[in-house]
């Protein structure tokens, strides 16, 4: 059994009771959510759905055509992810003991692209915008510092055109 | 366009969808309703527990192919018909059930729910349609109060479209060539037929390929009388409590063609040994359903009664015999001769397969049987041949005891003309015998043939086989009298103590204008066999000693 990732893009009906409806057809089937993201789409009668799982193969193919067959869904796709443009926001409060910490904090989200806001001098809090790698990535690197807080957002993901 | 509450626009609709009977029990959320209900040409039949009401409208609907109604008030009303909605959902029976609620003001939103009262006749026309096309199933409609009560214009549409909602495919004809060609490749092909083939009706189509190629139909429980099981090539059913014949052939196979199954364990034991050396060409309306347990090599979705009258015709093309003279035929033959012969059966006059094959000899073929949960019904799955496809009906997703016997009622609303019998055990008796009231009160008699062992008999001879004879809350005594029982809701009470007896208590039962139950003392120790035990393949069944 190989896991693999994946990236489901949903398009659903905007209405209460849909996220719901999804979410729990991830639980009856015993699959976890790693990460979602929902918002409405250019049409307001429609919302996006981005969710990402792991699985196998079997599983994976499984999920997509149960959510398919939900009457709330209008189209699911398995995107992908090299043919896809995928990102995430995530805001840190990392923990600042002493000055020169703060320096190489700042260093660091410049090498990142991310933005700092709220910079005090106990901590400071760090926003990303990137791929689940990256952020890892990042991740790593600052949590020598003390990381006091994540709150992740969830992929949002778009196929790129022509792919 | 005409002005009208929203009750009677949901009366009107319902008078729409061909809906003449409707099962329930009214309560404070749903008087509105009623009061429409009152006026319209709607019959209300009356239970006295709302998950019985379920169980009709639900027995209803497998019967006559149009989902079955049930009427039922908010909270505990709405709660006790879930049991109803999850056993219908489960065994893809047709079926609306429509739940008063309290007033919008005082409820959170939900979406299925039609929040003003002009949105009820296309609420109604979606969910008759998502419940009886494609693969069938349960759909609420949840109404609250007072949009029971406001008045609006009304719209009764003709048709609806449900834009996340796409339930035909039509089946992809080079599917069915190649899963032609592989059936004539094989060296010992089987039909496994499943519930999707009486669902769909699928029966003349079925027996034609069968007979074409003749090969050797074997079914799931809940496909048991897709194919007459008198037929010379019918092997009867495979799983659990699957004729010997019909599991040791299966194992055999190298090839399947399952139509209208999704494989659950109970039939083919565990999956990896299942697929083991045998290609698998799986018929199903629902693609969700293909691969989802077993490995498939061909995949035709579609309706299977379409996609068996392709085949057929594409054979009749190929213009191809199949002589019956071959090698795997006359194996077939010999193993299933072997086993209807030297199959070891309980040796007392009221063993379980003398009551049902004695059943089956005064049962006229076209009447229509149920079953509850528990021994009995994997006896009448064993001994109760099903002639007539498409007669024979029980809980098998779920496996829901007292299923049977509202079920059997509802059965007989829609099919009034043919006797109607419930194979049921105490166990699951008890849990909706209170529905002898509508039955006797509703003119809808209906046999009860109770194989009474005094015990949840399934569950005792599992604790006889797996846990050292460690008997706990299986013990139901004699208690109650079922012949009192019958008689004290003013229905027939026959207690039959020999064959003989019960021929005359079934020709009693046949004959009376009210509900008959046949209280039917058997073995207490008697198990079913033959058993595959839970999480073995179907090759280590257990047989009678």
């Known amino acids: 059994m190989i896991v693999m990732w994946a990236i489901l893009s949903i398009l659903v009906e905007n209405k209460p009771g849909v996220l719901f409806k999804v979410t729990n057809l991830f639980r009856a089937r015993n699959f976890n959510i790693d990460s979602i993201s929902v918002g409405v789409t250019e049409n307001p009668e429609f919302s996006r759905m981005t969710i990402t799982t792991y699985g196998d193969e079997k599983q994976i193919q499984q999920i997509v055509k149960q959510l398919d067959k939900m009457i709330d869904t209008i189209e699911v796709k398995r995107l992908d992810e090299h043919k896809t443009v995928y990102r995430e926001v995530v805001l840190f409060k990392i923990k600042v003991s002493k000055a020169a910490n703060s320096m190489e904090i700042n260093k660091l989200a410049n090498a990142y692209g991310a933005k700092v806001h709220d910079a005090k001098k106990e901590s400071i809090m760090v926003e990303l915008t990137a791929t689940p790698d990256q952020i890892s990535a990042f991740e790593e690197l600052v949590k020598p510092f003390g990381i006091l807080e994540i709150a992740r957002t969830g992929i949002a993901a778009l196929q790129r055109t022509g792919a | ?545």
Not at chain 2, 36 to 58: P, T
Not at chain 2, 177 to 200: E, K, M, T, Y
Not at chain 2, 216 to 233: D, I, M, Q, R, S
Not at chain 2, 431 to 442: G, K, Q, R
Request: glycine share 8%.
């Open chain 2, 1 to 545: 366009m005409e002005i009208m509450s929203g009750s009677k626009a949901l009366m009107k609709a319902l008078e729409k969808e061909g809906v003449k009977e409707v099962f329930g029990l009214p309560g404070g959320a749903n008087l509105p309703m009623y009061d429409e209900l009152y006026k319209s040409n709607i019959r209300h039949i009356l239970v006295r527990h709302e998950q019985s009401a379920a169980h009709m409208a639900d027995g209803f609907g497998r019967v006559s192919r149009k989902a079955g109604v049930c009427f039922a008030t908010s909270g505990p009303g709405a709660t006790n018909i879930i049991t109803g909605l999850a056993t219908a959902q489960a065994d893809s029976a047709p079926m609306i059930a429509v739940t008063g609620q309290v007033p919008v003001k005082m409820i959170g939103r939900d979406a299925f729910q039609p929040r003003e009262a002009n949105e009820i006749p296309e609420v109604v026309k979606k969910g008759f349609y998502i419940a009886e096309t494609g693969r069938p199933g349960a759909v609420l409609i949840d109404i609250p109060k007072d949009v029971q009560q406001n008045e609006a214009e009304m719209n009764f549409p003709d048709e609806v479209r449900i834009r996340g909602y796409h339930p035909w495919a039509d089946a992809d004809v080079s599917e069915i060539d190649r899963a032609i060609d592989l059936l004539l490749s094989a060296q010992r092909p089987i039909i496994l037929a499943g519930g999707g083939v009486i669902i769909s009706t699928a029966f003349s189509e079925l027996q034609s390929l069968a007979e074409m190629l003749m090969i050797p139909v074997v079914t799931t429980f809940k496909g048991k009388g897709a194919f007459p099981e008198n037929h010379a090539l019918s092997l009867g059913p495979i799983g659990m409590h699957g004729h010997a014949e019909a599991n040791k052939l299966m194992v055999e196979a190298d090839c399947v063609l399952a139509i209208g199954t999704r494989f659950s364990d109970r039939s083919v034991g565990t999956f990896e040994e299942f697929e083991k050396n045998l290609k698998i060409i799986h018929m199903d309306v629902d693609p969700a359903e293909i691969g989802k347990n077993q490995t498939t090599h061909v995949a035709v979705v579609g309706d299977v009664k379409a996609s068996l009258r392709i085949m057929v015709k594409l054979l009749i093309k190929r213009a191809l015999k199949k002589s019956d003279d071959n090698v795997w035929l006359k194996h077939v033959n010999e193993v299933r001769d072997y086993w209807r012969q030297n199959l070891k059966i309980h040796p007392g006059e009221m063993g379980a397969a003398k009551i049902l094959r004695k059943l089956r000899e005064v049962l006229p073929k076209e009447a229509i049987v149920t079953t509850e949960v528990g021994q009995h019904q994997m006896w009448a799955s064993l001994f109760f041949d099903v002639i007539q496809p498409g007669t024979f009906f029980s809980s098998t997703g779920l496996g829901t005891m007292g299923w049977g016997f509202p079920a059997a009622i509802g059965a007989k609303t829609a099919r009034p003309d043919v006797p109607v019998v419930d194979i049921a055990g105490d166990g699951s008796f008890n849990m909706t015998e209170n529905s002898l009231a509508t039955s006797v009160l509703e003119n809808l008699p209906v046999i009860v043939f109770l194989v009474n062992n005094y015990s949840l008999g399934m569950v005792a001879q599992w604790q006889r086989t797996f846990y050292d004879r460690r008997m706990i809350g299986v013990d139901q005594k004699n208690c109650p009298d079922y012949v009192k029982l019958a008689e004290s809701y003013g229905a027939q009470g026959i207690r039959a103590q020999s064959l003989d007896e019960l021929g005359k208590a079934i020709k009693a039962g046949l004959k009376s204008d009210v509900a008959t139950v046949i209280d039917i003392p058997i073995d207490p120790e008697e198990d079913v066999l033959p058993f595959v035990a839970p999480g073995t393949p179907l090759k280590d069944m257990i047989l009678p000693s």
